[in-house]
Nanobody
């Protein structure tokens, strides 16, 4: 079993940057693909980014390509999401998740979820 804990959320102005982190428990972190999702108020949770077990491949939602970067440090059991040029509409709770399957974009493919971290982008 994997336990995930996000951190690094907060308040940032539009156009600013923020890096959120997700620390995983257990010794099998490198066995999981990792993803970031977000859920804005009144909206469904949506895919943001994913990274493969090895970290060699990354996947992004079209809306964040070129602005967000996902990365991982398997030695530290941590995955990161660097967010640049943030927009007010990206205010949401950001969740990290772990998946053994390769269906990175699908929420149902993820086995474990963190509690989320709030990111608020002011205009």
């Amino acid at each position: 079993q994997v336990q995930l804990a996000e951190s690094g959320g907060g308040l940032v102005q539009a156009g600013g940057s923020l890096r959120v982190s997700c620390a995983a428990s257990g010794r099998t972190f490198s066995s999981y693909h990792m993803g970031w999702f977000r859920q804005a108020p009144g909206k469904e949770r949506e895919f943001v980014a994913a990274i493969t077990r090895s970290g060699l491949s990354e996947y992004y939602a079209d809306s964040v390509k070129g602005r967000f970067t996902i990365s991982r440090d398997n030695a530290k059991n941590t995955v990161f999401l660097q967010m640049n040029s943030l927009k007010p509409e990206e205010t949401a709770v950001y969740y990290c998740a772990a998946s053994r399957s390769g269906s990175y974009y699908r929420e149902v493919s993820y086995d474990y979820w963190g509690q989320g971290t709030q990111v608020t982008v002011s205009s």
